[in-house]
């Protein structure tokens, strides 16, 4: 059967296609699919040894079977969304400059006592390495549906939480917003541990990929806190760091 494959960020680059069509054997696995992608396309297979796949817009691993029809995706490690009206734009990915004002009337009502937001924007500095601009790439889709799971997770553990993340993509110069997320909770702590646990939820399961283009060169930046697993649970540990 044949799969049609979409593919992100450095992986699109490495062979100037993000859509590719791959011929594999009836209720074919996802390690299948690489083994058949790799054959076609040799220089992918560094990069896919540290790629998830997607199927239907949910993380997959390789032993999953693909179905005819299945939507089937391979994503480098994210970096870490058009507006969804039946989200009721909380969660939004766009090409327009970012107002925090329009993310933080996603989550102000009257029993909150406290709205954290959290503002990020283009730097001029990289280990050393002087940035001209960013390129902000998205699978918008999984994206949003994403972002929606990283609220859920959060009202879980803080059941008063609202949430609302905005993220911009395309080409951002310095000082820019590239994401702005708001959590309002009743009292100060929650709302500080509520959108760090956000932010850092953000970067390791929501598919948004960084090109960070410098003076001398330029690099897709994705996942940096050792092997990329978005099907993981984000852990104390990493809130402490």
């Not at 909380?90 to 933080?104: A, Y």
Request: net charge negative.
């Amino acid at each position: 059967m044949k799969i049609k494959v979409l593919l992100f960020a450095g992986l699109a680059e490495a062979i100037q296609k993000s859509q590719v069509e791959i011929d594999i054997p009836q209720q074919g696995s996802v390690k299948d699919l690489k083994e058949h992608l790799v054959k076609e396309y040799p220089e992918l297979k560094p990069l896919l040894t540290t790629s998830f796949a997607s199927i239907n817009q949910e993380y997959s691993d390789d032993e999953r079977s693909i179905e005819e029809g299945d939507e089937v995706a391979f994503l480098p490690p994210v970096s870490g969304g058009s507006h969804d009206d039946h989200e009721h734009k909380k969660f939004v990915i766009t090409k327009d400059p970012l107002r925090c004002e329009d993310v933080i009337q996603q989550v102000i009502h009257p029993g909150a006592g406290a709205v954290l937001t959290f503002i990020g924007t283009v730097r001029e500095f990289t280990h050393g390495k002087k940035t001209v601009y960013l390129e902000y790439e998205s699978y918008e889709p999984m994206a949003i549906k994403t972002m929606g799971q990283i609220e859920r997770e959060i009202i879980e553990k803080w059941p008063d939480a609202r949430v609302a993340i905005h993220h911009r993509i395309g080409s951002l110069d310095l000082e820019e917003i590239s994401v702005i997320i708001a959590v309002a909770t009743p009292h100060r702590d929650e709302s500080f541990k509520a959108g760090r646990y956000a932010i850092e939820r953000l970067k390791q399961i929501v598919p948004i990929w960084k090109k960070e283009i410098w003076e001398d060169g330029s690099e897709w930046k994705g996942h940096q806190l050792g092997p990329w697993n978005p099907t993981e649970k984000l852990d104390d540990e990493h809130l402490d760091d």
